[in-house]
Nanobody
């Protein structure tokens, strides 16, 4: 059972930055992919960013150029650096990892609130 612990959420003004962290209970080198999702009130959860085991990254169009996903295998942690934040980015952010394709583990979620 992989455990994921998120941190770094909070309240920030529009235009500001936050960095979310997702610490895993085992080596992140084992994972096929690491992802960040978000869910705003009344909306479906959406995939925001992902990083594959080979380092390829993908982003939803609404965050391209503003968010960056990265990883640190020495710390078993991956990150979501968020810049130029907008009120529309307000949501609960979840990290998720995929293991052997069929196993998926989620973090507990962290609230990000962007004030205008």
């Amino acid at each position: 059972q992989v455990q994921l612990v998120e941190s770094g959420g909070g309240l920030v003004q529009a235009g500001g930055s936050l960095r979310l962290s997702c610490a895993a209970s085992e080596s992140i080198l084992r994972f096929d992919a690491m992802e960040w999702y978000r869910q705003a009130p009344g909306k479906q959860r959406e995939l925001v960013a992902s990083i594959a085991s080979d380092g390829r990254t993908n982003y939803v169009d609404s965050v391209k150029g503003r968010f960056a996903i990265s990883r640190d295998s020495a710390k078993n942690t991956f990150y979501l650096q968020m810049s130029s934040l907008e009120p529309e980015d307000t949501a609960v952010y979840y990290c998720k990892v995929d293991l052997r394709v069929v196993l998926h583990y989620w973090g507990q979620g962290t609230q990000v609130t962007v004030s205008s």
